[in-house]
């Protein structure tokens, strides 16, 4: 098991950019792969981004393709997602996860073994 604390959510106007980190301990971070989901209000979890262990295979969902970018650091064990020209639609709660099939990332909320507790990231139009 590992505890996940993501960071660096805030309020920010549409079109600017907001990076998100999410920091991994107790496990071995590498060994995982990591997913970044959101949760806006009334509305399902829904996929972001997802990478494997060694951070060569990433997948996206396609309305942040070409906008968001997922990077990991297996020294510091941290995951992050750079988030350029954001949209108000973007505005939800950001949650890591990991995933003990570290080579798989997977688009399923179904498949991650341990959840943050999310940031809020407020896009205003």
């Known amino acids: 098991q590992v505890q996940l604390v993501e960071s660096g959510g805030g309020l920010v106007q549409a079109g600017g950019s907001l990076r998100l980190s999410c920091a991994a301990s107790g496990g071995t971070f590498s060994r995982y792969a990591m997913g970044w989901f959101r949760q806006a209000p009334g509305k399902e979890r829904e996929f972001v981004g997802a990478v494997n262990w060694s951070g060569s295979r990433k997948d996206y969902a396609d309305s942040v393709k070409g906008r968001f970018t997922i990077s990991r650091d297996n020294f510091k064990n941290t995951v992050d997602l750079q988030m350029n020209s954001l949209k108000p639609e973007d505005t939800a709660v950001y949650s890591c996860?990991?995933?003990?099939?570290?080579?798989?990332?997977?688009?399923?909320?179904?498949?991650?073994?341990?959840w943050g507790q999310g940031t809020q990231v407020t896009v205003s139009s």
């Open positions: 996860a990991a995933r003990v099939l570290g080579n798989y990332p997977s688009y399923r909320p179904s498949d991650y073994n341990d």
